[in-house]
């Protein structure tokens, strides 16, 4: 049987509450100058006491060498098997980009839809030669972040499909994700990347055809595109691939049976949070402690609560290592005071690590601390990415720690007598 | 997704080199009398502070008490995840076979290609009741091994198919391999094995049309051995199973995007390296120095090494713990060598254990060492069988080593933004 039809199909509902509290980018690297990690650096002692009375372990998110996103990080942690939810590239693309151009302006709130069409991008140069066009360069020549942001603004603004609206999605250098969003949208579209330079560029293809006319749109965003870029001097035309529809994927209390809310202060993670069906508690600033005074506020009125602090990832991306190590301290005692409120279950997790001496998103497991009053705790001294290692969780894949959570809050019946 | 066409999605090139160090067999057993292993024995200094600073574990090669021989415990080591690749236990057994007969001579060289049909083989005794003629012993009384590489010597110098070329793999006691080269050979047969002992042999079946001449090749073969073994007084038939037809398999570079070379002494292991598209380097004689030497004076042209220290594991075959010992000790110099010429990741590591005590090939975890510069690394000060398991990497599947070390080269795209 699949795990998850097993998992649904165990579930219970009860009055248990649970927490995921969730670092975002959480593991680091030893910094080369102390040879100790940002979490070995930091003065936690709250976190540590958890951890002492905790189930400590490592996440895996996909699997050995996988360095994920946003998106793909934060659907595992909420207990969705990826491999099972056929989620195409550019879904996965637009839930874990940070802005969105539309009609030339940056906009908030733009949440993927079931039925919205993405698709990532590159920007690429188109070259005439004799009466035919050829990509030249796949990657625009690697233009420049800022570059292919006033590209993306300018595309958000021209780009105009009858009775479709279009949101363009800046990402790093060449990269950019686009959205449909319109009736009758449906996946299995070929790629229009020809994944080589010299030649024509692909047209997309329908794979079925239902998607004939999604295929239609498709191509018409290409030749306008390229009639829009028509001008500039690398980022002349875009290769559009990953392309699919955005499914109706079940929520949380489908899958799980629970009732959840998320506390986010950035864009992207209450974009993520809706999509697995959860509420999204309205802060009121960007400070953590509003993030604690939410969660203690709506206590009563969910089950599972996954509470996010960005600045960690922040900080880590602009390899600020003593950065990183603040919003810990600072946390610990907002961390203390959740432990305080009468949860059954508390997780201290993270999406992915980002060890600030790398500047990025990187494969190493994820430490993490689970508690309730039943869990089979000790072993650390500590919370950190290596003392966690020596928990009684072990390595897990990431997607494992919900259900852990739920067997900890009594949420599951028994498998057979 | 399937993980492997994520991965392969996943990857990007760059100029960086790794290295896996693979001693086959390496993980052992306490000694009875100092309870102490093989490793835990060894005077290995450079090993041991390689380790320290490494990312160490345990491998399972297979799943949970499979113990692999030679070719499966190669190909998880260079990522291939056997149950996506279709590869038939005939062609799983020729891949481990140490020696080969062809026209009567033991001959070097031979490698199982594309569309070679590999089979296994016991040697058996038929008996002839009244007109019937039954399997008796369906493992030719266990005839000792000498005895089975005579008899194997004496099929490849007899058996003659018209157009094919017939090669003969000696085994362990009734045990052998045979594989046939030659146009047009398809697998899908069924087992000539009758599964028990009083009935008559079972002829050959194809599973679908297209193999029908393959299966009516091998049922030649079969008739042709019953003759050509009829005076022998216990091993006068064969027994063919497990037969299909070597696939063509993704080449390291079609999967990972890397360039690889084999350094190794012994023709077994240059066979799996060139099945999954590695160049093999000459070592010009059976020394481990020589070996090095090879990987120095080869170390600019490719983008990962494979080099084969065989002895830890012929040792463990004849129960020689002090033998095994001291073949990590003499390596241990030349370990340190390579440690020194500028690799960005090296992983020590084996293609199963052969504890000494035992004298086969196990199902233990293997012992291994992954270091890079953004290793996490701690946890362990030697390097032994029961000491990694202290360390970061925790226990993890064989076939997740490779992409581990390719993250750690920063060969993988981000999955998802």
């Given at each position: 049987?699949e795990?998850?039809?097993?998992?649904?199909?165990?579930?219970?509902?009860n009055?248990?509450k649970?927490?995921?509290w969730?670092?975002?980018g959480?593991?680091?690297?030893?910094?080369?100058?102390?040879g100790k990690?940002e979490?070995?650096?930091?003065?936690?002692?709250?976190?540590d006491?958890?951890?002492?009375?905790?189930?400590?372990?490592?996440?895996?998110p996909h699997?050995?060498?996988?360095?994920?996103?946003?998106g793909p990080g934060h659907l595992?942690?909420?207990g969705?098997?990826?491999?099972q939810?056929?989620?195409?590239?550019?879904?996965?693309?637009?839930l874990?980009?940070?802005?969105v151009?539309?009609g030339g302006e940056l906009v908030?709130g733009?949440e993927?839809q079931?039925?919205?069409?993405?698709m990532?991008?590159n920007f690429?140069?188109?070259?005439?030669?004799?009466?035919?066009a050829?990509?030249?360069?796949r990657r625009?020549?690697?233009i420049?972040?800022?570059e292919s942001?006033?590209?993306?603004e300018?595309?958000?603004?021209?780009?105009?499909v009858?009775g479709?609206?279009?949101?363009?999605?800046?990402?790093?250098?060449h990269r950019?994700?686009l959205l449909?969003r319109?009736p009758?949208?449906v996946?299995?579209?070929?790629?229009?990347d020809?994944q080589?330079?010299?030649?024509?560029?692909?047209p997309v293809?329908?794979e079925h055809?239902?998607?004939e006319?999604?295929a239609?749109?498709?191509?018409?965003?290409?030749?306008?595109a390229t009639?829009i870029?028509?001008d500039?001097p690398?980022?002349?035309?875009?290769?559009?691939?990953?392309?699919?529809?955005a499914?109706k994927i079940?929520?949380l209390?489908?899958l799980y049976?629970?009732k959840?809310a998320?506390?986010?202060?950035y864009?992207?993670?209450?974009?993520?949070?809706?999509?697995v069906?959860?509420?999204v508690?309205?802060?009121?600033?960007?400070?953590?402690?509003d993030?604690?005074k939410?969660l203690?506020?709506?206590?009563?009125?969910?089950?599972f609560?996954?509470?996010?602090?960005?600045e960690?990832?922040g900080?880590?991306h602009?390899?600020d290592f003593?950065?990183?190590?603040?919003?810990f301290?600072?946390?610990?005692p907002?961390?203390?005071?959740?432990?305080e409120?009468?949860f059954?279950v508390i997780?201290l997790?993270?999406?992915?690590?980002?060890?600030?001496?790398?500047?990025d998103h990187?494969w190493?497991?994820?430490?993490?601390?689970?508690?309730?009053?039943?869990v089979?705790?000790g072993?650390?001294e500590a919370?950190s990415?290596?003392?966690?290692?020596?928990g009684?969780m072990?390595?897990r894949?990431?997607r494992?720690?919900l259900?852990?959570?739920?067997?900890?809050?009594r949420?599951f019946?028994?498998?057979g007598?």
């Amino acid at each position: 049987m699949e795990r998850i039809k097993l998992l649904q199909e165990l579930v219970i509902k009860n009055q248990s509450k649970i927490l995921f509290w969730v670092f975002d980018g959480i593991g680091g690297l030893p910094h080369p100058e102390t040879g100790k990690t940002e979490l070995e650096t930091a003065n936690i002692p709250a976190i540590d006491a958890f951890a002492r009375s905790a189930s400590c372990g490592g996440l895996v998110p996909h699997g050995a060498g996988v360095t994920p996103g946003s998106g793909p990080g934060h659907l595992s942690l909420f207990g969705y098997p990826l491999d099972q939810f056929d989620l195409p590239r550019g879904v996965l693309e637009v839930l874990g980009a940070e802005d969105v151009f539309h009609g030339g302006e940056l906009v908030q709130g733009v949440e993927i839809q079931a039925g919205d069409l993405a698709m990532r991008g590159n920007f690429a140069t188109l070259e005439h030669r004799g009466d035919k066009a050829v990509i030249s360069d796949r990657r625009a020549n690697k233009i420049a972040t800022p570059e292919s942001r006033r590209v993306c603004e300018l595309l958000s603004r021209e780009l105009s499909v009858e009775g479709y609206e279009v949101y363009v999605y800046p990402g790093k250098e060449h990269r950019f994700a686009l959205l449909l969003r319109g009736p009758g949208l449906v996946g299995g579209l070929s790629d229009a990347d020809p994944q080589k330079s010299g030649v024509p560029p692909k047209p997309v293809e329908a794979e079925h055809p239902e998607a004939e006319r999604s295929a239609a749109l498709v191509n018409e965003i290409i030749a306008q595109a390229t009639r829009i870029l028509a001008d500039e001097p690398e980022a002349n035309t875009v290769l559009l691939r990953g392309i699919g529809a955005a499914p109706k994927i079940p929520t949380l209390e489908e899958l799980y049976g629970i009732k959840a809310a998320a506390i986010a202060t950035y864009p992207m993670y209450k974009g993520i949070a809706r999509l697995v069906g959860m509420d999204v508690l309205d802060v009121g600033s960007m400070e953590h402690a509003d993030e604690v005074k939410a969660l203690e506020e709506a206590f009563d009125d969910y089950d599972f609560f996954y509470l996010h602090i960005k600045e960690t990832d922040g900080y880590a991306h602009v390899f600020d290592f003593d950065g990183k190590v603040g919003v810990f301290e600072s946390c610990d005692p907002l961390f203390k005071k959740v432990t305080e409120m009468g949860f059954d279950v508390i997780a201290l997790t993270g999406d992915h690590c980002t060890p600030a001496v790398l500047g990025d998103h990187s494969w190493h497991p994820i430490p993490t601390a689970l508690w309730s009053k039943t869990v089979l705790g000790g072993g650390v001294e500590a919370f950190s990415e290596r003392e966690v290692l020596r928990g009684t969780m072990g390595l897990r894949a990431s997607r494992d720690l919900l259900p852990l959570a739920l067997a900890e809050a009594r949420r599951f019946n028994k498998f057979g007598a």
